[in-house]
Nanobody, 120 residues
Framework: QVQFVESGGGLVQPGGSLRLSCAAS????????MGWYRQAPGKERELVAV???????NYADSVKGRFTISRDNAKNTVYLQMNILKPEDTAVYYC??????????????WGQGTQVTVSS
């Protein structure tokens, strides 16, 4: 059964930091790369960061140098460390398995997400 459980969001001032966590089903975690996505109000969901099973990473230009994705394969958990947050980072953040070649999420199923609000 596919399951993604995101946590760690909240309200933070510009320039602040947050660390998001996503627990995924074990079978998914052992097979796929993992991605963090976000969806701001009125906008389409976009890919923020990807990490392969062996730890290679890729980031959207808008977050390069500020966000870091990591994974703990033993815990079936992927993390997103977000630093120097900006108001435009405000969105609901989701994780999903990621298909590298198709550049798309592996599943149509999405968890509840975690809200990140950057505001003074």
């Amino acid at each position: 059964q596919v399951q993604f459980v995101e946590s760690g969001g909240g309200l933070v001032q510009p320039g602040g930091s947050l660390r998001l966590s996503c627990a995924a089903s074990g079978s998914i975690f052992s097979i796929y790369a993992m991605g963090w996505y976000r969806q701001a109000p009125g906008k389409e969901r976009e890919l923020v960061a990807v990490i392969t099973h062996d730890g290679r990473t890729n980031y959207a230009d808008s977050v390069k140098g500020r966000f870091t994705i990591s994974r703990d394969n033993a815990k079936n958990t992927v993390y997103l460390q977000m630093n120097i947050l900006k108001p435009e980072d405000t969105a609901v953040y989701y994780c999903n398995a990621h298909q590298i070649l198709l550049k798309a999420p592996a599943y149509d199923y999405w968890g509840q997400g975690t809200q990140v609000t950057v505001s003074s």
